[in-house]
Protein backbone atom coordinates (compact mmCIF):
# COMPACT_ATOMS: atom_id res chain seq x y z
CA UNK A 1 0.00 0.00 0.00
CA UNK A 2 2.39 2.35 0.69
CA UNK A 3 4.20 1.77 -2.51
CA UNK A 4 1.29 2.35 -4.25
CA UNK A 5 0.71 5.06 -2.34
CA UNK A 6 4.14 6.91 -3.44
CA UNK A 7 4.04 6.07 -7.16
CA UNK A 8 0.34 7.67 -6.83
CA UNK A 9 1.59 10.71 -4.94
CA UNK A 10 4.94 11.20 -7.56
CA UNK A 11 3.15 13.11 -10.21
CA UNK A 12 1.45 15.76 -7.80
CA UNK A 13 4.88 16.11 -6.19
CA UNK A 14 6.54 16.72 -9.61
CA UNK A 15 3.75 18.86 -10.87
CA UNK A 16 4.16 21.20 -7.75
CA UNK A 17 8.01 21.71 -7.89
CA UNK A 18 7.53 22.39 -11.41
CA UNK A 19 5.12 24.77 -10.75
CA UNK A 20 6.98 26.49 -8.14
CA UNK A 21 9.78 26.55 -10.16
CA UNK A 22 7.77 28.06 -12.76
CA UNK A 23 6.75 30.85 -10.82
CA UNK A 24 9.98 31.62 -9.19
CA UNK A 25 11.99 31.81 -12.65
CA UNK A 26 8.71 34.17 -13.90
CA UNK A 27 9.49 36.11 -10.85
CA UNK A 28 13.58 36.54 -11.96
CA UNK A 29 12.29 37.40 -14.94
CA UNK A 30 9.99 40.03 -13.90
CA UNK A 31 12.56 41.36 -11.81
CA UNK A 32 15.41 41.81 -14.55
CA UNK A 33 12.40 43.44 -17.01
CA UNK A 34 11.88 46.04 -14.00
CA UNK A 35 15.52 46.78 -13.65
CA UNK A 36 15.99 47.28 -17.23
CA UNK A 37 13.08 49.61 -17.11
CA UNK A 38 13.96 51.34 -14.17
CA UNK A 39 17.62 51.89 -16.32
CA UNK A 40 15.89 53.47 -19.24
CA UNK A 41 13.84 55.53 -17.03
CA UNK A 42 17.31 56.71 -15.73
CA UNK A 43 18.66 57.12 -18.80
CA UNK A 44 15.81 59.14 -20.36
CA UNK A 45 15.84 61.53 -17.15
CA UNK A 46 19.11 62.49 -17.89
CA UNK A 47 18.26 63.18 -21.81
CA UNK A 48 15.82 65.64 -21.04
CA UNK A 49 18.00 67.21 -18.74
CA UNK A 50 21.31 67.54 -21.56
CA UNK A 51 18.46 68.75 -23.94
CA UNK A 52 17.32 71.37 -21.42
CA UNK A 53 20.72 72.11 -20.93
CA UNK A 54 21.87 72.57 -24.65
CA UNK A 55 18.47 74.96 -24.90
CA UNK A 56 20.21 76.96 -22.30
CA UNK A 57 23.65 76.52 -23.85
CA UNK A 58 24.80 75.08 -21.29
CA UNK A 59 25.64 71.16 -22.74
CA UNK A 60 29.04 69.64 -23.38
CA UNK A 61 29.28 67.72 -26.78
CA UNK A 62 29.50 64.48 -24.71
CA UNK A 63 26.30 65.37 -22.73
CA UNK A 64 24.85 65.72 -26.18
CA UNK A 65 26.66 62.69 -27.68
CA UNK A 66 25.02 60.61 -24.61
CA UNK A 67 22.01 61.96 -25.19
CA UNK A 68 21.32 61.01 -28.55
CA UNK A 69 22.22 57.79 -28.12
CA UNK A 70 19.25 57.51 -25.77
CA UNK A 71 16.80 59.39 -28.15
CA UNK A 72 17.73 56.84 -30.64
CA UNK A 73 16.82 53.98 -27.46
CA UNK A 74 13.70 55.61 -27.06
CA UNK A 75 12.69 55.48 -30.96
CA UNK A 76 13.97 51.52 -30.70
CA UNK A 77 11.59 50.95 -27.50
CA UNK A 78 8.41 52.75 -29.75
CA UNK A 79 9.16 50.35 -32.75
CA UNK A 80 9.23 47.23 -31.00
CA UNK A 81 5.96 49.11 -28.93
CA UNK A 82 4.46 48.87 -32.11
CA UNK A 83 5.18 45.19 -32.89
CA UNK A 84 3.78 44.12 -29.39
CA UNK A 85 0.43 45.47 -30.48
CA UNK A 86 -0.04 43.48 -33.21
CA UNK A 87 -1.32 39.89 -32.94
CA UNK A 88 1.30 37.31 -32.22
CA UNK A 89 3.50 39.08 -30.83
CA UNK A 90 5.13 36.47 -29.04
CA UNK A 91 6.52 35.28 -32.70
CA UNK A 92 6.96 38.88 -34.48
CA UNK A 93 9.47 40.25 -31.86
CA UNK A 94 12.04 37.60 -31.71
CA UNK A 95 11.88 37.27 -34.98
CA UNK A 96 12.42 40.53 -35.69
CA UNK A 97 15.25 40.53 -33.20
CA UNK A 98 16.80 37.25 -34.86
CA UNK A 99 16.45 38.91 -38.32
CA UNK A 100 17.81 42.35 -37.18
CA UNK A 101 20.82 40.48 -35.90
CA UNK A 102 21.45 38.31 -38.72
CA UNK A 103 21.31 42.11 -40.77
CA UNK A 104 23.72 43.78 -38.16
CA UNK A 105 20.79 45.84 -36.79
CA UNK A 106 20.31 45.89 -33.09
CA UNK A 107 16.53 46.70 -32.80
CA UNK A 108 16.33 45.99 -28.79
CA UNK A 109 17.50 49.24 -26.25
CA UNK A 110 20.48 49.23 -24.55
CA UNK A 111 18.95 48.31 -21.00
CA UNK A 112 17.44 45.29 -22.82
CA UNK A 113 21.08 43.85 -24.49
CA UNK A 114 24.34 43.72 -22.18
CA UNK A 115 27.73 44.15 -23.35
CA UNK A 116 29.90 40.92 -22.49
CA UNK A 117 33.66 41.03 -22.14
CA UNK A 118 34.21 40.14 -25.59
CA UNK A 119 32.68 43.95 -26.75
CA UNK A 120 29.36 41.26 -28.09
CA UNK A 121 26.06 42.16 -27.74
CA UNK A 122 23.60 39.47 -25.58
CA UNK A 123 20.43 39.81 -24.67
CA UNK A 124 19.51 39.57 -21.13
CA UNK A 125 18.16 36.02 -20.56
Known amino acids: MKIYRYIHKAPLRVYRIKRVSMRLQTKRCMLR ?51 AILPFAPITIPLIVK ?13 FVKVNNKKQKKIID
Open 99 to 111: LARLVGVEVMPSA
Open 33 to 83: LKLALAQEKQETKAMLISYKNYTQGNATKEEMKLANEQFVDVLKGIGLGVF
